[in-house]
């Protein structure tokens, strides 16, 4: 390993155990954040955690051969976690890969950067678990494995023995982004002419603007506020209605995506600031931190199966946490009761 790696290995070592007596066990990232590192580097020197030789192909085809796992997707603001296997993977052109199944993913190989080993000790139990992360040395997901049929697997894989480079600084968001020459006239005209929500993101390409910027130049025409502090009233409705819904969170890595009905609502509000609404059902829970979102919009967006409605909610950074949608599926409209529901808590159109 090299030297000045190593001294900065030394040094959070050193760093993280002061904290750990002055603060207790607090998680990885939180820590990371503490000690001014990135959350890879921090797992590296206090972890028994070992980067592997894999591609991300590799990687997303090896989460397939683990069983049933728990899939872990995160921002700053939004954790999904599913347990379930990786059932139908496919990967295309190398580039991007869909998972769709008990878990479902959209993985993207351009944040794809470092794939680690790490097996710690949990309330009496081992804890196996394969790791990516991406060039700033952000977790783009977890993969912890259920139970131990397959260790064979997981104690076989590829160690990688070249030494860690340092891992540079994220790079500011571009989500508040506008170009000098951007024409409102013209934005609104091509996002109400698109033709699949897909569209969207290269709608954004083309007039070179960010998310977050988009919601707010489109507001009035494609987007609506929507109050932030409703989000938990919103689940609610949706648990007593029983109506099924989609949510989808994650970073510039990876997407999970939850498609179907949720049932316990757990609110959670520490001594610290941190709020958090979680939804705790057996094979599925999502933890917000609701103290960390600023705004929320509700967007509309064309599709050829008629319009569809969804709620985006933004960090206070202008970075996209966490979005729902009226569950729908391809060729079917969605459903007119979602977009009541909405209605409760906002005008629309």
């Known amino acids: 390993?090299?030297?000045?790696?190593?001294?900065?290995?030394?040094?959070?070592?050193?760093?993280?155990?002061?904290?750990?007596?002055?603060?207790?066990?607090?998680?990885?990232?939180?820590?990371?954040?503490?000690?001014?590192?990135?959350?890879?580097?921090?797992?590296?020197?206090?972890?028994?955690?070992?980067?592997?030789?894999l591609t991300p192909k590799d990687c997303v085809e090896l989460f397939g051969k683990l069983g049933k796992v728990m899939s872990l997707t995160r921002n700053e603001a939004c954790v999904l976690e599913h347990k379930g296997t990786?059932?139908?993977?496919?990967?295309?052109?190398?580039?991007?890969?869909?998972?769709?199944?008990p878990i479902e993913t959209r993985a993207f190989f351009h944040g794809w950067k470092h794939f680690v080993r790490l097996t710690f000790e949990k309330q009496g139990k081992t804890?196996?678990?394969?790791?990516?992360?991406d060039n700033f040395g952000d977790a783009v997901t977890k993969v912890f494995l259920e139970n131990d049929d397959h260790n064979d697997v997981f104690d076989n894989l590829p160690v990688l023995n070249t030494p860690l480079h340092d891992i540079p600084k994220v790079e500011t968001s571009k989500s508040t982004s506008v170009p000098d020459n951007f024409d409102r006239n013209d934005f609104v005209k091509a996002w109400k002419n698109i033709n699949d929500p897909h569209d969207f993101f290269?709608?954004?390409?083309?007039?070179?603007?960010?998310?977050?910027?988009?919601?707010?130049?489109?507001?009035?025409?494609c987007t609506f506020p929507f109050p932030t502090q409703k989000i938990p009233e919103l689940l609610e409705e949706l648990?007593?209605?029983?109506?099924?819904?989609?949510i989808f969170a994650g970073n510039r890595g990876n997407i999970q995506i939850h498609q179907d009905h949720i049932h316990h609502i757990v609110p959670l509000e520490q001594p610290n600031g941190r709020f958090w609404i979680n939804i705790m059902d057996p094979e599925?829970?999502?933890?917000?931190?609701?103290?960390?979102?600023?705004?929320?919009?509700?967007?509309?967006?064309?599709?050829?199966?008629?319009?569809?409605?969804?709620?985006?909610?933004?960090?206070?950074?202008?970075?996209?946490?966490?979005?729902?949608?009226?569950?729908?599926?391809?060729?079917?409209p969605q459903p007119e009761e979602w977009k009541a529901l909405i209605n409760q808590f906002t005008v629309l159109p």
């Open 1 to 53: 390993m090299e030297k000045s790696v190593l001294s900065s290995i030394n040094s959070i070592s050193e760093r993280y155990e002061v904290l750990v007596k002055k603060y207790g066990q607090m998680r990885d990232r939180d820590a990371a954040n503490h000690l001014k590192c990135s959350e890879l580097e921090l797992i590296l020197a206090v972890k028994n955690a070992e980067r592997l030789e």
């Open 86 to 101: 990786f059932e139908s993977i496919e990967v295309i052109q190398d580039q991007m890969a869909t998972v769709i199944g």
């Open 127 to 133: 804890v196996r678990s394969v790791q990516v992360y």
């Open 202 to 221: 290269g709608m954004l390409r083309e007039f070179e603007i960010g998310r977050y910027a988009a919601m707010e130049q489109a507001e009035g025409d």
């Open 239 to 246: 648990v007593q209605a029983n109506m099924p819904v989609m």
């Open 284 to 332: 599925f829970n999502m933890h917000l931190r609701m103290d960390l979102l600023g705004n929320a919009w509700v967007v509309y967006k064309p599709s050829e199966d008629g319009p569809v409605w969804s709620i985006e909610c933004y960090d206070k950074k202008g970075d996209l946490a966490v979005q729902f949608f009226g569950l729908r599926k391809p060729g079917i």
